[in-house]
C-alpha cells in the first residue's frame, strides 16, 4: 500500500490508524453482525459510538453543563444562516469580522435574516491579514459577535480570540481542536467535521445552552437548536457513519494528549514549514502576514505562475497532493491538519530545496 502525501483543504487527510480501524469493522461492528451503517440510530450500537463521541468531545473541549455538543448537518455553511436564524431576534444587530472568504459568506447570510454591523474588513489585503480583534469597537448590546477563528484560503488564524461582552460565536472549521480554548469564553462554535474531526456530512456545534432559548418558535423545527438539543442531536437520523468516524478521531485525539498535545504537534509541523519559507532568500514568501499565519493551512507564493505551477505539478508527481492555492488567492497552499503526518511536512520541505536549487 502507498498512502499520497495528502494536504487537500477538505475532505482532507484522516490518521491511517483511524482508516485501518474502520475498514476491520466495516462489516461486522463490535460482533453484531452489522456494519454500524445498517444499524438503527435508537439502537444499543450506535448509541454507544453516540454517546462516545458526545462524552470525548466534551473531554476534549472542556465542555460544561451549561453547554451541549450537537453533530448537524448541512455544513459550517448551514450554521451561518442558523446562527442568525437563532440568535438574532428582531430590532438588534450582529457584530462580524470579515477576515476573508469564509466570514464574508458568514456576513452574507447573516444580513438576509437581520442587521449586522461588520466591525473590521480585511477581506481585501495583500499580505492576508487580520484585524486586531482586541482593538474593535463592539456594538454595545450586540446579539452575539461572530469571528472565523482561521481563514482556511487566506491561510490566517486568529492568535488570541478577544474577550467579548456579547456571546462570540466562532466558525472554527479548519482549526478547531488544533490547539486548547477555553470555552467558557464563546457562546457558540461551530466546525465542519471534514477538515480536523471526521469526514464531511457532520457538523459540530457547541452552544451555550440559554442561547437555544433565543430562537422565535415559528423557527422550522430542524433549523432550531432548541430541537437538536432537546433531543440530543437525534431528533431526525443523525449521518450515523460520520459520527462514528468521528467518534474514532476523538479517541485518536484524546491519545495524542488532546489539544494540548495536538497544538504542540501543529506547532512543530508549521514551524518546519514556514522555517522553509522564510529560510529561501525570498524564494518563497508567505502569503499571510507574519502576526496572523495560520498553523492549519500554510500559504505561499513563487518568483512567478510558472514556477508556481511547475512546483505543484513536480509535487503531484512526487505524491503530494493538494498544494495548489485556492484560486481566489493563487499560489500554493498546504493544508496540514491535525491528521496530516509529520512525514508529509518532512517531503514536502525536501521537495522546496531541491526546487529552489533546480529551479533559483
Ligand atoms: C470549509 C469551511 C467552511 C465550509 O464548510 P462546509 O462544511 O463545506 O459548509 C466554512 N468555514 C470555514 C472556515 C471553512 O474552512
Redesign the pocket.
Known sequence: MSRAYNFN??PAVLPLEILEIAQKELIDFNGTGMSIMEHSHRGKAYDAVHAEAVANLGKLLGVTDDYQVLFLQ???????SMVPMNLLGAGQVADYVNS????G??IKEAKKVGAVNVLADTSKEIPTNMPDYEALNYTPGAAYVHV??????AGTQIQRFPRTAAPLVA?????ILSRPLDLKQFGLVY?????NLGP?GV?LVVIRKDLAERAAATLPTMLQYRTHLEENSLYNTPPTFGIYILMLVTRWLLSKGGAAGMEKINQAKAGKLYAAIDNSGGYYRGSAVKAFRSAM?VTWRLPSEALEEKFIKEATALKMIGLKGHRSVGGCRASIYNACPMAAIDALVAHMADFQAKNG
Open positions: 483543504a477538505g448541512g455544513g459550517a455553511s448551514l450554521q451561518f476573508g472568504a469564509w466570514a459568506k458568514a472565523t477563528s482561521n481563514e482556511t484560503i466558525d472554527m472549521s479548519s482549526d466546525a465542519g467535521a471534514q477538515k464531511s457538523t493551512n
